[in-house]
């Protein structure tokens, strides 16, 4: 069978001042190499929205470097404007990523055909390879088959991100890619990670990785190898810590707080993701103890 490809949504690190913590950041990339996990940065579990430019090109640079061609660095690159968007993409590219992830534009609506308008643009002028990024709960702007299906003809974007959270919009980004090599689709939802490989996925790009680094890499290589049964044990593993993680609030804060009680050098969410309690650092640590998750 081919190679299926997990990525983490890598977090962000903090020092107590909300300044990123470059060393912490690089413990963690270790921590995912070692499981097998390749990394995306700057997504919606890396805290990309309040991140500065030039802390996204060094967090890249960061991440490139410790990373040291063991895996595949992919960066999101997304912004509101399209212009701001090339600036910065032009700028992650010296550091060496394998390619960009490009989220939909955010607080802008856009039609379809504006879509394709800025998606082509940052293809044509950027020297690596594209991936959409849909996420249309977070962005308000939802790429639709129809437009995918135009933008998968573009020499230079290779796929898409699926982060739709369910398995309608993930059925019609597989039937386009169905039937050519040059178009792969990416899971974003940690409980379909199974059901896209089994559907033709690529691979998976998880936040929940962040927390079971090791569990969302056996899904995929246990699928790659055949042993449908290990993968799918690791899939309900995975679902299961899911459900209990999330049903406490923003997705991606409750992964950046459950990391922090395992280890506490990745550092708060910078605020106003998450002012955290104790009554939730309690409800967290509970899960984590249930699931078996130690740091």
Partial sequence: MNERLPFVALVTCFDGDEAIDYTAVRRQVRRQVAAGNNILACGTNGDFTSLTFDEKVRLCSEIVEEAGGKVKVFANIGLPSTYETLLLGRAVAKTGVDAFAVITPYFIGCTQDGLVTHFTRIADALPRPIYLYDIPARTQNH?????????????????????????????????????????????????????????????????LANVMPKVASSICSNFASGDLAAAQAAQDRFTALRVDLYALGYAPAMVKRALYLMDASVGASRQPALISTPELDAKIRAILAKHEIAG
């Avoid at 982060?163 to 990416?186: C, H, M, P, T």
């Fill in 143 to 207: 790429i639709e088959p129809a437009t995918a299906a135009r933008l998968a003809d573009h020499k230079n974007i290779h796929g898409i991100k699926d982060s739709g959270g369910g398995k309608d919009s993930l059925d019609e980004y597989l039937a386009i890619a169905a039937g050519r090599n040059d178009f792969a689709v990416f899971s974003g939802p940690d409980s379909l990670v199974y059901y896209a490989l089994s559907k033709g996925a690529k691979g998976c790009i998880s936040g």
